[in-house]
């Protein structure tokens, strides 16, 4: 059996003179680029100069929208309705395609960002307005999300293509959702360990939960945390050990 991923970073969230980040270099490694757009991280400068550079070096580019919440990078829980969360995620969607629309682009995809991203994938009636922004946008755009969560439900459910996301250095519930950052195995720093977990994930569509459990998951997309220090060095490694496992890596297609 023939076995391809994408890889997905987060990026852009540099702001003002602020810098996080290695953008240009993790360009030569992933496929997919999700962007900041304002919100949490970001700014007009940094979108337009990421957007440039992710279509210089051939990476689909995503929207990444956010809660309205630059303190706490967009990872603090706010209590929104689902009418807010359509109308923040438009907006932010079409802040960033008018940028990759000025360079000659086209937006390929939308990833929430943070806690934004962690609530649609467990509350349908927030996930089916975030799908139903992305829909009413562009019903051509992939919409990524955590996999077997309430967001890709929804998408699937209103004609979007859906890109399952798995995550190679978070831990993972029973339930399928990834552990609180604030739980002790939130985060896996074991890099050999994090790579077996993605060949794994790839292949068996297994993952092993933090009590021991294997779950079960669907992975079209690997995320690289963009922010992390070692990011580029983990991508160069997880590229290299991709390709001796037969694993290609390429950006999902658009419908």
Known sequence: MIHTIDLNCDMGESFGTWQLGHDDALLDLVTSANIACGFHAGDPATMERTVKAALAKGVAIGAHPSLPDLQGFGRRAMAISPSEAYGLVLYQVGALSAFVHASGGRLHHVKPHGALYNMAAQDAPLAEAIARAVRDFDADLILMGLSGS????????????????????????????????????AMIDDEDMAIARVVRMIREGLVQTRTGQNVRLKADTVCIHGDQPKAFAFAQRLREVLSKEGIAVKANRVK
């Open 150 to 185: 309430e967001l890709l439900k929804a998408g699937e459910n209103l004609g979007l293509g859906c890109a399952s996301e798995v995550f190679a250095d978070r831990g993972y519930e029973t339930d399928g959702s990834l552990t609180p950052r604030n739980l002790p195995g």
